[in-house]
């Protein structure tokens, strides 16, 4: 399967936020990062979905088997499925529910607990994954405008900023109304 997602994105010599957003100003660097984030996680996720249009797979349900084939060859619960998902809203169960309808999974009660269900990944699954991986490879190769050391550094950074210290959470929020 020949397939090039890179050409796709070519259009943009010059790629900035300003430009990509026809913003040019923002009210602070923070917001811009936060805007930045944002953006680029759609742009991404926007590739990625040209990746798994052949296979009939949504970015959710590759997430799921990429876990359920971490833990291969041990079954996995739905609730530890939930607990390793990169998208939290995802409804786990329904993404099974698909993916046992493609073959790519089977379920069965769990003998230890007869209220969870285990998944385990089937081989046509394992099969899905190996090509995908081989995309992804490609693609990740072609979408590099960072050298190792950069992307290593853009990891930490994002890693730095979800530490629990530099997360103000929205309930710990006041507007000032006193004018």
Known sequence: MTFNVYTLYLHHTIMSLENDIKQPNFKSPYSKVIVNIIYTNNWLQSLQVEIFKPFDLTLQQYNVLRILRGQYPKPTTVIAIIERMLDKMSNASRLVDKLLAKELV?????????????????????????????????????????????????????DKLRQPKAICLPSELTVNNNK
């Open 106 to 158: 089977i379920r069965k009660l769990c003998p230890h607990d007869r209220r969870a269900v285990d998944v385990i990944i089937t081989e046509k699954g394992m099969n899905v994954l190996a090509e995908i991986d081989l995309l992804q490879s490609q693609w990740e190769v072609k979408l590099h405008g960072l050298d190792e050391s950069e992307a290593l550094q853009l990891s930490n950074l994002l």
